[in-house]
Protein backbone atom coordinates (compact mmCIF):
# COMPACT_ATOMS: atom_id res chain seq x y z
CA UNK A 1 0.00 0.00 0.00
CA UNK A 2 1.29 3.36 -1.10
CA UNK A 3 0.97 6.83 0.91
CA UNK A 4 0.34 9.97 0.31
CA UNK A 5 4.28 10.56 0.88
CA UNK A 6 4.94 8.42 -1.65
CA UNK A 7 2.49 9.83 -3.89
CA UNK A 8 -0.43 7.96 -3.18
CA UNK A 9 -2.57 6.70 -5.70
CA UNK A 10 -2.87 9.29 -8.02
CA UNK A 11 0.80 9.65 -8.74
CA UNK A 12 0.80 6.12 -9.27
CA UNK A 13 -2.03 6.11 -11.76
CA UNK A 14 -0.06 8.78 -13.60
CA UNK A 15 2.97 7.21 -13.40
CA UNK A 16 1.36 3.96 -15.03
CA UNK A 17 0.15 5.91 -17.67
CA UNK A 18 3.03 7.17 -18.52
CA UNK A 19 4.52 3.87 -18.72
CA UNK A 20 1.92 1.78 -20.88
CA UNK A 21 1.91 4.80 -23.17
CA UNK A 22 6.02 4.03 -23.40
CA UNK A 23 5.60 0.37 -23.34
CA UNK A 24 2.79 0.82 -26.05
CA UNK A 25 5.07 3.21 -28.38
CA UNK A 26 7.71 0.56 -27.89
CA UNK A 27 5.58 -2.34 -28.42
CA UNK A 28 4.24 -0.28 -31.82
CA UNK A 29 8.13 0.18 -33.01
CA UNK A 30 8.67 -3.46 -32.35
CA UNK A 31 5.59 -4.46 -34.62
CA UNK A 32 6.75 -2.59 -37.13
CA UNK A 33 9.24 -5.20 -37.62
CA UNK A 34 7.25 -7.47 -38.37
CA UNK A 35 8.21 -6.94 -41.92
CA UNK A 36 11.69 -7.96 -42.02
CA UNK A 37 12.70 -11.45 -42.93
CA UNK A 38 14.73 -12.58 -40.62
CA UNK A 39 14.81 -14.49 -37.37
CA UNK A 40 16.20 -11.36 -35.52
CA UNK A 41 13.33 -9.11 -36.32
CA UNK A 42 10.82 -11.39 -35.35
CA UNK A 43 12.29 -12.37 -31.79
CA UNK A 44 12.73 -8.40 -31.10
CA UNK A 45 9.37 -8.22 -31.61
CA UNK A 46 7.81 -10.63 -29.41
CA UNK A 47 10.70 -9.69 -26.58
CA UNK A 48 9.55 -6.05 -26.64
CA UNK A 49 5.51 -7.00 -26.98
CA UNK A 50 5.79 -9.33 -23.91
CA UNK A 51 8.14 -6.89 -21.95
CA UNK A 52 5.45 -4.13 -22.67
CA UNK A 53 2.34 -6.08 -21.65
CA UNK A 54 4.18 -7.51 -18.66
CA UNK A 55 4.97 -4.05 -16.96
CA UNK A 56 1.66 -3.34 -17.87
CA UNK A 57 0.35 -6.21 -15.69
CA UNK A 58 2.81 -5.44 -12.56
CA UNK A 59 1.38 -1.82 -12.55
CA UNK A 60 -2.09 -2.12 -12.96
CA UNK A 61 -1.74 -4.93 -10.18
CA UNK A 62 0.32 -2.40 -7.68
CA UNK A 63 -2.43 0.35 -9.20
CA UNK A 64 -5.01 -2.22 -7.85
CA UNK A 65 -3.76 -2.61 -4.64
CA UNK A 66 -3.03 0.82 -3.49
CA UNK A 67 -6.64 1.56 -4.89
CA UNK A 68 -7.57 -1.29 -2.87
CA UNK A 69 -9.28 -3.14 -4.99
CA UNK A 70 -10.02 -6.99 -4.90
CA UNK A 71 -7.84 -9.36 -6.15
CA UNK A 72 -10.44 -10.46 -8.64
CA UNK A 73 -11.11 -6.94 -9.49
CA UNK A 74 -7.11 -6.11 -10.18
CA UNK A 75 -6.55 -9.06 -12.55
CA UNK A 76 -9.99 -8.21 -14.20
CA UNK A 77 -9.08 -4.27 -14.80
CA UNK A 78 -5.33 -5.56 -15.95
CA UNK A 79 -6.97 -8.14 -18.41
CA UNK A 80 -9.17 -5.32 -19.72
CA UNK A 81 -5.79 -2.88 -20.17
CA UNK A 82 -3.89 -5.47 -21.84
CA UNK A 83 -6.40 -6.00 -24.05
CA UNK A 84 -7.38 -2.47 -25.12
CA UNK A 85 -3.16 -1.78 -25.23
CA UNK A 86 -3.50 -4.58 -27.84
CA UNK A 87 -6.18 -3.40 -29.72
CA UNK A 88 -4.99 0.11 -30.19
CA UNK A 89 -1.28 -1.09 -31.27
CA UNK A 90 -3.41 -3.26 -33.67
CA UNK A 91 -5.32 -0.45 -34.80
CA UNK A 92 -2.70 2.16 -35.01
CA UNK A 93 0.04 -0.35 -37.21
CA UNK A 94 -3.22 -0.89 -39.33
CA UNK A 95 -3.64 2.69 -40.29
CA UNK A 96 0.29 3.09 -41.15
CA UNK A 97 0.35 0.08 -43.11
CA UNK A 98 -2.71 1.19 -45.35
CA UNK A 99 -0.78 4.72 -45.63
CA UNK A 100 2.17 3.62 -46.51
CA UNK A 101 0.53 0.39 -48.96
CA UNK A 102 2.85 0.96 -51.91
CA UNK A 103 0.65 1.93 -54.90
CA UNK A 104 0.08 -0.91 -57.84
CA UNK A 105 2.39 -0.48 -60.57
CA UNK A 106 1.05 -0.66 -64.43
CA UNK A 107 3.08 -2.96 -66.77
CA UNK A 108 5.01 0.16 -68.19
CA UNK A 109 6.07 0.91 -64.80
CA UNK A 110 7.17 -2.67 -63.93
CA UNK A 111 9.18 -2.65 -67.37
CA UNK A 112 12.02 -0.63 -67.72
CA UNK A 113 11.47 0.91 -71.29
CA UNK A 114 14.20 2.59 -73.38
CA UNK A 115 13.81 6.09 -74.87
CA UNK A 116 11.91 6.34 -77.77
CA UNK A 117 10.38 2.82 -77.79
CA UNK A 118 6.63 2.45 -76.51
CA UNK A 119 4.70 -0.67 -75.16
CA UNK A 120 1.90 -2.26 -76.80
CA UNK A 121 0.22 -5.24 -77.91
CA UNK A 122 0.57 -7.08 -80.61
CA UNK A 123 -0.73 -9.61 -83.04
CA UNK A 124 0.85 -11.63 -85.84
CA UNK A 125 -1.38 -13.32 -88.76
CA UNK A 126 -0.07 -16.12 -90.90
CA UNK A 127 -2.58 -16.68 -93.42
CA UNK A 128 -5.30 -14.99 -95.39
CA UNK A 129 -7.99 -16.25 -93.56
CA UNK A 130 -6.26 -15.11 -90.32
CA UNK A 131 -6.04 -11.51 -91.28
CA UNK A 132 -9.64 -11.71 -92.58
CA UNK A 133 -11.02 -12.93 -88.94
CA UNK A 134 -8.45 -10.61 -86.90
CA UNK A 135 -9.67 -7.77 -89.43
CA UNK A 136 -13.15 -8.21 -89.14
CA UNK A 137 -13.32 -8.52 -85.39
CA UNK A 138 -11.27 -5.24 -85.02
CA UNK A 139 -13.89 -3.18 -87.41
CA UNK A 140 -16.69 -4.51 -85.81
CA UNK A 141 -16.77 -1.96 -82.74
CA UNK A 142 -15.06 0.59 -84.55
CA UNK A 143 -15.92 4.02 -84.48
CA UNK A 144 -13.82 5.65 -87.36
CA UNK A 145 -11.81 3.97 -89.78
CA UNK A 146 -8.38 6.09 -91.48
CA UNK A 147 -6.67 3.48 -94.07
CA UNK A 148 -3.17 4.38 -96.46
CA UNK A 149 -4.48 2.20 -99.64
CA UNK A 150 -2.52 1.14 -102.69
CA UNK A 151 -5.26 0.11 -104.56
CA UNK A 152 -9.24 -0.46 -104.45
CA UNK A 153 -10.25 -2.66 -102.05
CA UNK A 154 -11.04 -6.39 -103.05
CA UNK A 155 -14.28 -5.23 -101.22
CA UNK A 156 -15.13 -3.78 -104.57
CA UNK A 157 -14.87 -6.73 -106.37
CA UNK A 158 -17.71 -8.65 -107.85
CA UNK A 159 -17.76 -12.30 -107.02
CA UNK A 160 -16.49 -13.09 -110.81
CA UNK A 161 -13.36 -11.10 -110.40
CA UNK A 162 -12.90 -12.91 -106.94
CA UNK A 163 -13.26 -16.32 -108.58
CA UNK A 164 -11.16 -15.69 -111.12
CA UNK A 165 -8.30 -14.26 -108.44
CA UNK A 166 -8.61 -17.86 -106.20
CA UNK A 167 -8.56 -19.71 -109.44
CA UNK A 168 -5.51 -18.14 -110.51
CA UNK A 169 -4.30 -18.58 -106.99
CA UNK A 170 -4.88 -21.84 -105.86
CA UNK A 171 -5.52 -23.62 -109.29
CA UNK A 172 -8.69 -24.85 -110.94
CA UNK A 173 -10.75 -26.97 -108.63
CA UNK A 174 -8.58 -26.59 -105.67
CA UNK A 175 -10.96 -26.57 -102.25
CA UNK A 176 -9.66 -23.55 -101.07
CA UNK A 177 -11.00 -21.33 -104.23
CA UNK A 178 -14.65 -21.84 -101.85
CA UNK A 179 -13.30 -21.13 -98.75
CA UNK A 180 -11.29 -17.73 -100.33
CA UNK A 181 -14.81 -16.35 -101.75
CA UNK A 182 -16.56 -16.67 -98.58
CA UNK A 183 -13.89 -14.94 -96.67
CA UNK A 184 -14.13 -12.21 -99.42
CA UNK A 185 -17.83 -12.17 -99.57
CA UNK A 186 -17.85 -11.81 -95.81
CA UNK A 187 -15.54 -9.08 -95.39
CA UNK A 188 -17.44 -7.32 -98.38
CA UNK A 189 -20.66 -7.44 -96.19
CA UNK A 190 -19.15 -6.21 -93.05
CA UNK A 191 -17.95 -3.20 -95.22
CA UNK A 192 -21.54 -2.22 -96.19
CA UNK A 193 -22.19 -2.39 -92.77
CA UNK A 194 -20.10 -0.56 -91.68
CA UNK A 195 -21.01 2.03 -93.80
CA UNK A 196 -24.80 1.88 -92.76
CA UNK A 197 -23.96 1.99 -88.83
CA UNK A 198 -22.44 5.34 -89.89
CA UNK A 199 -18.94 4.40 -89.39
CA UNK A 200 -16.79 7.17 -90.79
CA UNK A 201 -14.55 5.98 -93.13
CA UNK A 202 -11.15 7.62 -94.60
CA UNK A 203 -9.27 6.01 -97.22
CA UNK A 204 -5.67 8.09 -98.81
CA UNK A 205 -4.71 7.00 -101.88
CA UNK A 206 -1.09 7.71 -103.47
CA UNK A 207 -1.82 8.79 -106.90
CA UNK A 208 0.93 6.93 -108.71
CA UNK A 209 -0.37 3.93 -107.13
CA UNK A 210 -3.52 3.74 -107.89
CA UNK A 211 -2.77 4.87 -111.79
CA UNK A 212 -0.82 1.98 -111.65
CA UNK A 213 -3.26 -0.47 -110.45
CA UNK A 214 -5.80 1.00 -112.77
CA UNK A 215 -3.17 0.72 -115.52
CA UNK A 216 -1.37 -2.58 -115.07
CA UNK A 217 -4.71 -4.46 -113.22
CA UNK A 218 -1.80 -5.28 -110.52
CA UNK A 219 -0.42 -3.69 -107.65
CA UNK A 220 2.70 -5.96 -107.32
CA UNK A 221 4.69 -7.93 -109.83
CA UNK A 222 3.98 -11.20 -107.24
CA UNK A 223 0.10 -10.97 -108.00
CA UNK A 224 -1.74 -11.83 -111.05
CA UNK A 225 -3.43 -9.09 -113.04
CA UNK A 226 -7.02 -7.79 -113.25
CA UNK A 227 -8.74 -7.69 -116.60
CA UNK A 228 -9.42 -4.50 -117.97
CA UNK A 229 -12.65 -5.11 -117.67
CA UNK A 230 -12.26 -6.55 -113.91
CA UNK A 231 -10.42 -3.13 -113.18
CA UNK A 232 -13.55 -1.17 -114.29
CA UNK A 233 -16.27 -3.10 -112.24
CA UNK A 234 -14.28 -2.27 -109.13
CA UNK A 235 -14.08 1.77 -110.04
CA UNK A 236 -17.55 1.94 -111.12
CA UNK A 237 -18.28 0.11 -107.75
CA UNK A 238 -15.66 2.29 -106.06
CA UNK A 239 -17.41 5.61 -107.73
CA UNK A 240 -21.02 4.24 -106.45
CA UNK A 241 -20.48 3.89 -102.58
CA UNK A 242 -18.38 8.02 -103.39
CA UNK A 243 -21.75 9.02 -104.34
CA UNK A 244 -23.97 7.05 -101.90
CA UNK A 245 -22.59 7.40 -98.42
CA UNK A 246 -21.57 10.34 -97.04
CA UNK A 247 -19.39 8.96 -94.19
CA UNK A 248 -16.79 7.51 -96.84
CA UNK A 249 -14.45 9.84 -97.84
CA UNK A 250 -11.18 9.65 -100.16
CA UNK A 251 -7.76 11.46 -100.62
CA UNK A 252 -5.95 11.08 -103.74
CA UNK A 253 -2.67 12.03 -102.40
CA UNK A 254 0.63 13.50 -104.28
CA UNK A 255 3.04 12.74 -100.96
CA UNK A 256 5.44 9.91 -101.32
CA UNK A 257 3.95 6.83 -98.48
CA UNK A 258 6.19 4.62 -97.50
CA UNK A 259 3.95 2.26 -95.90
CA UNK A 260 0.64 1.15 -95.94
CA UNK A 261 -1.40 0.74 -92.98
CA UNK A 262 -4.75 0.86 -91.45
CA UNK A 263 -5.72 2.98 -88.21
CA UNK A 264 -9.03 1.35 -86.40
CA UNK A 265 -10.64 3.57 -83.99
CA UNK A 266 -7.41 5.76 -83.22
CA UNK A 267 -5.99 2.78 -81.01
CA UNK A 268 -5.39 -0.08 -82.94
CA UNK A 269 -2.76 0.53 -86.41
CA UNK A 270 -2.93 -2.82 -88.53
CA UNK A 271 0.57 -3.20 -90.99
CA UNK A 272 -0.77 -5.60 -94.16
CA UNK A 273 0.57 -6.29 -97.22
CA UNK A 274 -0.52 -9.33 -99.14
CA UNK A 275 2.34 -11.89 -100.05
CA UNK A 276 0.87 -13.40 -103.00
CA UNK A 277 2.71 -16.67 -102.60
CA UNK A 278 2.36 -19.24 -100.25
CA UNK A 279 0.16 -16.66 -97.83
CA UNK A 280 -1.52 -20.01 -95.97
CA UNK A 281 1.57 -19.52 -94.10
CA UNK A 282 3.67 -16.25 -94.50
CA UNK A 283 3.35 -13.35 -92.14
CA UNK A 284 1.14 -11.13 -94.26
CA UNK A 285 0.03 -8.46 -91.15
CA UNK A 286 0.65 -6.94 -87.60
CA UNK A 287 -2.54 -5.69 -85.25
CA UNK A 288 -0.14 -3.43 -82.83
CA UNK A 289 -2.38 -1.84 -80.07
CA UNK A 290 -0.69 1.16 -78.02
CA UNK A 291 -2.06 4.41 -77.29
CA UNK A 292 1.62 6.39 -78.34
CA UNK A 293 2.01 4.29 -81.41
CA UNK A 294 -1.11 4.75 -82.72
CA UNK A 295 -1.18 8.59 -81.62
CA UNK A 296 1.98 8.41 -84.34
CA UNK A 297 0.53 7.22 -86.96
CA UNK A 298 -2.42 9.21 -86.84
CA UNK A 299 -0.80 12.49 -86.84
CA UNK A 300 0.65 10.96 -90.04
CA UNK A 301 -2.44 10.23 -91.37
CA UNK A 302 -3.94 13.73 -90.37
CA UNK A 303 -1.00 15.50 -92.16
CA UNK A 304 -1.31 13.74 -95.41
CA UNK A 305 -5.21 14.32 -95.42
CA UNK A 306 -4.62 17.89 -94.84
CA UNK A 307 -1.78 18.15 -97.37
CA UNK A 308 -4.41 17.08 -100.20
CA UNK A 309 -5.70 19.49 -101.83
CA UNK A 310 -9.64 19.91 -100.98
CA UNK A 311 -10.68 19.49 -105.18
CA UNK A 312 -8.68 15.76 -104.39
CA UNK A 313 -10.52 14.67 -101.44
CA UNK A 314 -14.01 16.14 -103.30
CA UNK A 315 -16.44 13.32 -103.64
CA UNK A 316 -18.16 15.19 -106.25
CA UNK A 317 -14.45 15.40 -107.93
CA UNK A 318 -13.31 12.28 -107.36
CA UNK A 319 -16.45 10.48 -109.11
CA UNK A 320 -16.02 12.76 -111.93
CA UNK A 321 -11.94 11.53 -112.37
CA UNK A 322 -13.43 8.37 -111.92
CA UNK A 323 -15.48 7.93 -114.42
CA UNK A 324 -13.48 10.54 -116.69
CA UNK A 325 -9.41 9.67 -116.27
CA UNK A 326 -9.56 6.11 -114.52
CA UNK A 327 -12.05 3.93 -116.27
CA UNK A 328 -10.87 5.38 -119.80
CA UNK A 329 -7.00 4.54 -118.08
CA UNK A 330 -8.07 1.13 -117.78
CA UNK A 331 -9.76 0.47 -121.04
CA UNK A 332 -7.00 1.86 -122.78
CA UNK A 333 -5.07 -1.03 -121.83
CA UNK A 334 -7.77 -3.38 -123.64
CA UNK A 335 -7.71 -1.05 -126.86
CA UNK A 336 -3.93 -1.64 -126.44
CA UNK A 337 -3.66 -5.30 -126.15
CA UNK A 338 -6.43 -5.43 -129.38
CA UNK A 339 -4.31 -3.35 -131.50
CA UNK A 340 -0.99 -5.51 -130.68
CA UNK A 341 -3.49 -8.47 -131.50
CA UNK A 342 -4.84 -6.89 -134.27
CA UNK A 343 -1.05 -5.92 -135.95
CA UNK A 344 0.05 -9.30 -135.23
CA UNK A 345 -2.61 -10.89 -137.46
Known sequence: MF???????????????????????????GRGQTTAKNLVGRLTQLVITLGALSAELYIVNLLSR????DPGAGWALATLTMAATLCIQYLILALLRERHKPASLSAQQLLVVPPGYSMCVA?????VADYSTAIIEAEASATDLDYIQVRIPPYHYSEATVKHIANLRFGEGSANI??????????ARHHKALLQR????????PRAALEHFVKTGTHSGDFWPLTPAMVVDALQSWRSELQTHSN????????????????ISKKLVVLHDPVGVGDSHRLNSLFVEGEEIASAYCRDFELLWERTKRKNRDSHALSD??????IPLALRRESVTTDLISKGG
Open 3 to 29: DDDAGGPWSLLLIATVLAAVFCLAGLL
Open 66 to 69: ALKF
Open 123 to 127: RTNSS
Open 178 to 187: SIYMDEHAQR
Open 198 to 205: QVQIREIY
Open 248 to 263: YCVAISSDSIPSKYHI
Open 321 to 326: WILNTL
